[in-house]
């Protein structure tokens, strides 16, 4: 299996969301979390090339802070891991610049993980509140690594190509 499908099933399968940007905003992936949760099933081709404002409407709940947090990602060109809603439910998410062979911005590549229990649990003083906050913990190391691995895997396919 190639290293480019590993990569795909990583995605498709990550028990959060996942997608990429490109500097407009626009979709240019979608996990098929996002595509079942968010958008009923549509197929991918129904949604790249399109807004989440476009897609969701301009008043959809969390959208105005999640579509900040993608700029500043593209002002700064810094990875950020961050705290969101959308829809009335908590993520922590991290996004991160995509880069072509020749460092140029192109996009912006995000996962999160739907913490909305443990932040519910907090709330309640749930006497496991404190191990679920943990695991939270032990799944941002996770989802930064795989962050930084994705991001260096985007550079190196890059390279391979032949410059256009």
């Given amino acids: ?11 498709e399968n990550y028990p959060g969301y996942a997608y990429a940007l490109d500097l ?3 979709y240019l992936y979608l996990s098929k979390l ?16 399109r807004t989440g404002r476009e897609l ?32 009335g439910r908590a993520f922590f998410a991290m996004r991160w610049p995509l880069l072509d062979s020749r460092e140029r911005m192109y996009g912006v590549g995000g996962i999160g ?7 519910e649990e907090r709330v309640r003083g749930d006497e496991d509140a404190d191990l679920m906050v943990e ?3 032990n799944s941002q190391a996770i989802s930064s690594g795989l962050a930084k691995l994705l ?14």
Avoid: C, W
Avoid at 1 to 11: C, F, G, H, K, P
Avoid at 62 to 78: A, C, N, P, Q, Y
Avoid at 113 to 119: E, H, R
């Fill in 1 to 11: 299996m190639s290293e480019a499908r590993i990569a795909l099933s990583i995605l």
């Fill in 24 to 26: 407009e905003l626009r």
């Fill in 34 to 49: 996002v595509r079942r949760l968010l958008y009923n099933g549509a197929t991918m081709s129904e949604l790249v090339g």
């Fill in 56 to 87: 969701l409407g301009s008043d959809a709940p969390g959208l105005d802070e999640m579509e900040e947090h993608s700029r500043r990602v593209i002002t700064t060109r810094r990875p950020s891991q961050i705290y969101e809603t959308l829809f």
């Fill in 113 to 119: 993980i739907d913490i909305t229990s443990i932040v």
């Fill in 135 to 137: 695991m939270v913990r």
């Fill in 151 to 164: 991001m260096i895997k985007d550079r190196d396919e890059a390279s391979r190509r032949p410059p256009t």
